[in-house]
């Protein structure tokens, strides 16, 4: 029981830092194979000025992040699906658009995953960024999604 629990807290660790890896890059606008090696090097289960990062599933954190960034057209169109009348994914806030991607992504492309699974954990990144307010609207958001693309 505890190798699972452990692999659960390395997906969750490795949930947020693909999270931060995706507003990084988006901020910086920094090459995809230099964004991984930096976190892998220096992020990942490593402490930067007394703050311990968890380790996280490498391959996992990988695969999101290099996964949003293939699939990034078809993330945004399946987000903006379900986005109110009248906004845009432009209109989220950079933390936003990338724990939607994150989410959304694994709803499209790791069915490995159960879906309340994938809502839970990204409703859990969302309470590291925001308060109560925002993390129901990554919960009915993702949902959504859930249900177009996994029906």
Same mark, same amino acid.
């Given at each position: 029981? =505890?190798? @699972?629990?452990? *692999?659960? *807290?390395? #997906?969750?660790? %490795?949930?947020?830092?693909? $999270?931060?890896?995706? /507003?990084?890059?988006?901020?910086?606008?920094?090459?995809?194979?230099?964004? &991984? +090696?930096?976190?892998?090097?220096?992020?990942?289960?490593?402490? @930067?000025?007394? $703050?311990? /990062?968890?380790?996280?599933?490498? +391959?996992?954190?990988?695969?999101?992040?290099?996964? $949003?960034?293939?699939?990034?057209?078809?993330? +945004?169109?399946?987000?903006?699906?379900?986005l109110?009348?009248?906004?845009? &994914?432009?209109? &989220? +806030? *950079?933390?936003? #658009?990338?724990?939607?991607?994150?989410?959304?992504?694994?709803?499209?492309?790791?069915?490995?995953? =159960?879906?309340?699974?994938?809502?839970?954990? /990204?409703?859990?990144?969302?309470?590291?960024? /925001? %308060?109560? #307010?925002?993390?129901?609207?990554v919960?009915? &958001?993702?949902?959504g999604?859930? *249900?177009?693309?996994?029906?």
């Amino acid at each position: 029981m =505890p190798k @699972i629990n452990e *692999r659960a *807290r390395s #997906r969750s660790a %490795a949930r947020l830092a693909a $999270v931060q890896a995706l /507003y990084q890059q988006e901020m910086e606008s920094i090459p995809l194979p230099r964004l &991984l +090696d930096e976190f892998h090097l220096h992020r990942l289960g490593h402490t @930067i000025e007394d $703050v311990t /990062y968890a380790a996280a599933e490498p +391959d996992f954190f990988d695969d999101l992040v290099k996964g $949003v960034d293939a699939r990034r057209a078809e993330i +945004d169109a399946a987000i903006s699906a379900k986005l109110a009348s009248g906004w845009t &994914l432009e209109r &989220l +806030d *950079r933390p936003m #658009r990338q724990i939607l991607r994150a989410g959304t992504y694994e709803l499209i492309a790791r069915i490995d995953v =159960p879906t309340a699974t994938v809502i839970s954990e /990204y409703v859990d990144v969302a309470d590291a960024f /925001y %308060a109560k #307010r925002e993390k129901g609207f990554v919960n009915g &958001l993702l949902d959504g999604v859930a *249900r177009a693309v996994r029906s």
